[in-house]
């Protein structure tokens, strides 16, 4: 027996109307009040620090699965 899976929430979106809902993500805040448009070193560090945690986080993974 087949399970039939229904089309819901994007799955079920035409790729324009996707498309069309993606896109006001970008365009819900103005350039000039977002904070790494302003400020290109709070974008510099909070790239380092994500990148210092998905590092960490791998190693800890690796380390258990080790174990």
Known sequence: M???KSKRGF???SPERRAAIAS???KAVK???RAFARD???ASS???KGGKKAKA???TKS???GK
């Open 57 to 59: 986080t791998k190693a």
């Open 24 to 26: 006001m993500g970008g």
């Open 31 to 33: 350039p000039e009040n």
């Open 2 to 4: 087949e399970k039939i």
């Open 11 to 13: 799955a079920s979106m």
């Open 40 to 42: 290109l070193g709070l």
């Open 46 to 48: 909070a790239g380092r």
């Open 63 to 65: 380390a258990k699965a």
